[in-house]
Each structure stands twice: as C-alpha cells, then as structure tokens.
T-cell receptor, first 113, second 110 residues
C-alpha cells in the first residue's frame, strides 16, 4: 500500500510565524504535490515537484515555498503565515510509470490566528 | 470557463437506487480521468479511473467516458448510506498533473 504521511493532522499557528508542513511518501514516487482545499473552491494546486530539487508553481503559489531535498520528502513552507492561509492542506504523490492518479496524505488542518 | 465542472449538489438518492454523477471538462487533450471519494474531514481516495471511451465497471461502480462530448460520469448501483460523500472528478492535463472539479455531494437516504 502506498503511504503518504503528513506530519501533523491539526496545527494552530500565529500570524507572521514561519510554518513548515512535511510530507513523506514510501513508494519511490517521482511526483509530489501540495494542494489546499477550501469550501466552495475545491482543490487548488500550490506547488508540485517532478524530481529531487525540482519545483514548479501551481495555481496559487503566492505566500508559499517548497523544498524537495530527498525523493520521498516534500515540504511546504509558509514564509509568514496569514489568516487567509487557514485551510486544509493536502499532499499527494504519483508515479510517472503508471497513470493511476494521486495518492493523498491524510491532510493537515492549519488554523492561523 | 472552469476546466472541470461538476454540479455541487447535494444529489439525494434513496438507498438501493442508482446514483449518477456527472463531470465535463474543457481540455480536449485530456488523457486520463479519475473519480475520487471524499468523506467529510478526510482526504480524497481514488475509486475509479478510465482512459478509453466507453464504460468501465468495478463492483457497484461504473465510470463512463465520452471524449467527443468531453463528458465523464460515475454510476453507483445499489447506493448505500456509506456512499454519502463528496465525489471529485479529476482529469490529467500535462505531465501527470491532475485538475479537479469542485465535487458533487451525494446523500443516500434511508
């Protein structure tokens, strides 16, 4: 079973804090993705990575950065958290060799106060 | 125009009935099509994928694809209360990147 593990299920941070969300997958997948999900807006892609040290902006990258130093780990960084970044954050991974879609992590519900 | 469109619902069906969920997409170059189920407060889980025109069946689920009409649907036979969830349609664009619809909420009533 592919496992995508997100480090925290719930997180509360203060405005202006630097926030790290970690995601680890154990199936040697090449592709990793960060989404946020908000009611009525669906899943919106923040950043994605096709390989170690490679990253590409998604649809809403402003206020976020990412890091992929190892194939299995993809980190999302909120440089200076703001209340409008309160959301559910979902990490996903996929392989380029079988187009079976994404496997998602369990999500991190981030609240910025 | 949204790239992947779904009716937000809720779609309400009685237990034992067939639930029909629909999705249209704008990119004619889309190659792969997926249906995810998401329970409230949980992450999406893949339930079906389809690449070729026609029907694909897996248990109580049938995915239908019509590329000429840019339309993909999911049928759930013998609907159960446990099927109550939001169903997300997703299509691949370039390089394995999925574009999701906003989902249809399904309610199966007793």
């Amino acid at each position: 079973d592919v496992k995508v593990t997100q480090s925290s299920r719930y997180l509360v941070k203060r405005t202006g804090e630097k926030v790290f969300l970690e995601c680890v997958q154990d199936m040697d997948h090449e592709n990793m993705f960060w989404y946020r999900q908000d009611p009525g807006l669906g899943l919106r892609l923040i950043y994605f990575s096709y390989d170690v040290k490679m990253k590409e902006k998604g649809d809403i990258p402003e206020g976020y950065s990412v890091s992929r130093e190892k194939k299995e780990r993809f980190s999302l960084i909120l440089e200076s958290a703001s209340t409008n970044q309160t959301s559910m954050y979902l990490c996903a991974s996929s392989t380029i060799y079988k187009d079976y879609g994404y496997t998602f992590g369990s999500g991190t519900r981030l609240t910025v106060v | 125009q949204k790239e992947v469109e779904q009716n937000s619902g809720p779609l309400s069906v009685p237990e034992g009935a067939i639930a029909s969920l629909n999705c249209t997409y704008s990119d004619r170059g889309s190659q792969s099509f997926f249906w995810y189920r998401q329970y409230s407060g949980k992450s999406p889980e893949l339930i079906m994928f389809i690449y070729s025109n026609g029907d694909k069946e897996d248990g109580r689920f049938t995915a239908q694809l019509n590329k000429a009409s840019q339309y993909v649907s999911l049928l759930i036979r013998d609907s159960q209360p446990s099927d109550s969830a939001t169903y997300l349609c997703a299509v691949t664009g370039t390089a394995s990147k999925l574009t999701f619809g906003t989902g249809t909420r399904l309610q199966v009533t007793l």
